[in-house]
């Protein structure tokens, strides 16, 4: 059976021309040109994905993107947007979104970003699929029993996909777990921004791009409470480690 999508975009142009992209890559895709129907669309056959356009009348994608997360929604949704700002984007990861793509985009980098979702929420004997490590021998206070790791004062239960600093819990997108699993599982190993995207995205979108920076900062805000030291560190011109100073 074909993978379905479910596509609000307001703009006829856009919406007619990424309709039959999807649909000639292979995915059953329901178009719809705003949030009211997306959200009743969404309600009435539940997609295996959602694309929705940021700015659209009446209800917008944000909006959307809330209400299907508030109603414990987990389908996964990426984004389109016009808008550039970091801030911007973060406020869709903040709505709930998984990912995002800025227009004008090529559609290979959303076809790119749709296998990479999907890939990460196909389950594999009834459960998520384990994200591979980046390296072959894990950090020391990283090692895996009974689906728990730790390591730099975090604690993360693999299975429930819950997540902590100390005591306090951590609300995570499925994005920001898994990249919060791959820095604590190699602690103290600084990874190269190539090998990040190929573990969490699947695909390297060049050094252009700002999607793991945008990530990594969103992820640090979550994790550093006032008065506690930062734990993930950037390495310049390399990529990212997972340490306590």
Not at 81 to 97: K, M, Q, S
Not at 170 to 176: A, D, F, I, Q
Not at 213 to 237: E, F, M, N, Q, S
Request: aromatic fraction near 6%; charge should be negative; charged fraction near 25%.
């Amino acid at each position: 059976m074909p993978q379905t999508v479910l596509l609000a975009e307001d703009d006829r142009a856009i919406r007619h021309a990424l309709e039959r992209a999807l649909t000639l890559e292979g995915y059953a895709v329901t178009a719809v040109a705003d949030g009211v129907e997306a959200l009743a669309q969404a309600h009435r056959t539940p997609p295996d994905i959602l694309v929705l356009d940021v700015m659209m009348p009446g209800i917008d994608g944000l909006q959307v993107c809330r209400v299907l997360r508030a109603e414990g929604d987990r389908t996964p949704i990426l984004m389109l947007t016009a808008l550039v700002e970091t801030a911007d984007r973060i406020a869709g990861l903040d709505a709930g979104a998984d990912d995002y793509v800025v227009k004008p985009f090529d559609v290979e980098e959303v076809f790119a970003r749709l296998r990479a979702l999907l890939r990460r929420t196909s389950p594999v004997n009834g459960a998520p699929a384990a994200l591979p490590e980046a390296t072959s021998t894990p950090a020391p206070a990283s090692r895996e029993a009974l689906g728990q790791i730790a390591a730099a004062g975090l604690h993360m239960d693999i299975q429930a996909r819950r997540a902590w600093r100390g005591q306090r819990e951590l609300e995570l997108t499925r994005t920001e777990f898994e990249l919060l699993e791959l820095l604590v599982r190699n602690a103290g190993i600084v990874l190269d921004h190539a090998t990040i995207y190929d573990r969490i995205w699947g695909y390297d979108f060049g050094p252009g791009s700002k999607n793991l920076a945008v990530y990594v900062g969103y992820l640090r805000r979550k994790l550093d409470g006032p008065g506690a030291p930062a734990l993930i560190h950037t390495v310049r011109g390399v990529g990212y480690v997972l340490r306590e100073d």
